[in-house]
């Protein structure tokens, strides 16, 4: 099987098991906001955004560099192992009790408290068997971690029905979740021996301190991304409450969905990038550009569409108790245009031992969100919020443009043209979309989609390479 085969099998795989995940995922959202109301979904929310953050510090950048060296060198897979697990066990128990000290020192009554202690296990268990999944991308086989994203999705979606059966508390909801997180710890352990080895416990201080030294740029990327991804949801409830909270990560959540998508294929292309990187500069130029004109073919149509159709989505997803988040939505949908084209260049930097750019550039767009946000919170709230994270995510673009440009790395003016193609045929099906707005909104995307591929084989925007490799796909 040729490289090409190889990503086109892993990104089908990961693809089939988010798909799957997707719409276990859409249904656990649906059912989850709307039982437990904007309030209790707000404390919800925030024991994830509270603990998120935290969890940054079990993985310390390990994941993303265990992919990259083992994609290398696979001799080194015992070693990475048995002195990570011995390490992840240590820093997990650290982090607990960090998160548990806290929570309480900021004052909120026991219910969030309670809330905190079992979404911080559930985090604990997700992070830890990253390590696992950090391998399994290693060795190209993404089969193993789709069937632990289907598991996932399937025992928590059935978590979430006998909740609502029984009517049952925030706490139970919470409890659920707990307990999705050590299953999943099981699942990849269980699955890790049974492909590679049984892994031993060792402490190896000088591999500890070599570790820290190389991967701290990804470990300061991560802290980074968890501290945007999250920051602004604690501030609102500290700041705002609970309330404010539920309305923004209504939307905010959905954001969270679509962007797995960029995260599906990166997570692909990255052994293979970090190869390209040693062997071959054109062919990793080639990756990197394909990838930016793919995430963006699927973005900027998502952004028009859901611009125009929020308040129909918001309606349909939450019912009338979230329509004041239809704004949100409205804001936050360019944020997740821009995380999906911005992707490419996070990958590139990455492969290329150039991680500490992309750490800079989220360390500058975090400071920035967080002064902002103290700023803006408490006059606009959510609102605010949400525009506050729009401009984040462009400047950190804006920072990795320019890095990659040093490494010369920018795009051509093919796919720059492409770029304006793509802009024009998702406008054109916003307008055309606008006139049959009233229609059911599945038959009201589907026609879109429709539209928006036509006009895209009418302006030629996929060249004979690209329609080559289509062709390659479905001849396999």
């Known amino acids: 099987m040729n490289t090409f085969q190889k990503i086109i099998k892993n990104i089908g795989t990961l693809s089939i098991s988010y798909g799957i995940t997707y719409i276990l995922g859409f249904f656990i959202l649906i059912y989850s906001a709307r039982y437990l109301g904007v309030e209790n979904f707000g404390i919800l929310s925030f024991a994830l955004a509270f603990t998120g953050i935290f969890g940054v510090f079990i993985d310390i950048g390990t994941s993303m560099l265990t992919t990259r060296e083992l994609a290398r060198d696979k001799s080194l897979t015992g070693k990475y192992i048995s002195n990570l697990i011995t390490i992840r066990i240590i820093l997990s128990v650290i982090v607990f009790l960090t998160i548990a000290l806290v929570i309480n020192l900021l004052g909120y009554n026991e219910t969030t408290i309670d809330v905190v202690y079992f979404i911080a296990l559930y985090n604990v268990g997700l992070i830890f068997s990253q390590l696992f999944y950090a391998i399994f991308q290693a060795y190209q086989k993404m089969e193993y971690q789709a069937l632990g994203n289907i598991l996932y999705y399937v025992i928590l979606f059935l978590g979430v029905l006998i909740i609502i059966h029984y009517q049952l508390s925030l706490i139970e909801f919470a409890i659920i979740y707990a307990i999705v997180g050590l299953i999943i710890i099981g699942y990849t352990f269980l699955m890790f021996t049974k492909k590679f080895f049984t892994p031993k416990l060792k402490f190896n201080f000088d591999f500890f301190k ?77 990756s990197f550009e394909k990838l930016v004109k793919i995430l963006s073919l699927i973005s900027i149509p998502i952004g028009f569409g859901t611009l125009l159709l929020a308040n129909n989505i918001i309606n349909f997803i939450y019912g009338y108790q ?64 949400s525009i506050v994270n729009v401009i984040t995510d ?60 036509i006009i895209i084989i009418s302006l030629r925007v996929l060249d004979d390479t690209e329609k080559q490799m289509i062709r390659s796909i479905f001849n396999k």
């Open 210 to 286: 070599s570790i820290i030294v190389i991967a701290w740029p990804f470990a300061i990327t991560g802290i980074s991304i968890n501290l945007y991804n999250w920051i602004d949801t604690i501030l609102l409830s500290i700041i705002i409450g609970q309330q404010a909270v539920g309305l923004y990560n209504a939307s905010y959540k959905l954001m969270l969905f679509l962007i797995t998508i960029p995260i599906v294929i990166n997570m692909a292309l990255f052994p293979v990038m970090s190869k390209f990187y040693n062997s071959s500069h054109k062919s990793l130029k080639f």
């Open 322 to 385: 979230f329509i004041d988040s239809v704004i949100a939505l409205q804001i936050l949908i360019w944020s997740t245009v821009i995380i999906f084209i911005r992707n490419p260049y996070e990958n590139l930097l990455e492969s290329s031992n150039k991680q500490s750019l992309v750490s800079k550039a989220f360390v500058i767009g975090i400071i920035f969100n967080i002064i902002a946000n103290l700023l803006i919170i408490p006059k606009y709230s959510y609102i605010g919020t």
């Open 394 to 453: 462009l400047i950190i673009f804006i920072l990795l443009i320019y890095s990659t440009s040093r490494i010369d790395f920018s795009i051509s003016r093919n796919i720059q043209i492409s770029l304006v193609k793509i802009t024009f045929a998702s406008l054109l099906m916003d307008l055309i979309i606008k006139c049959i707005i009233n229609l059911n909104i599945f038959l009201t995307i589907l026609i879109g989609i429709i539209i928006y591929l």
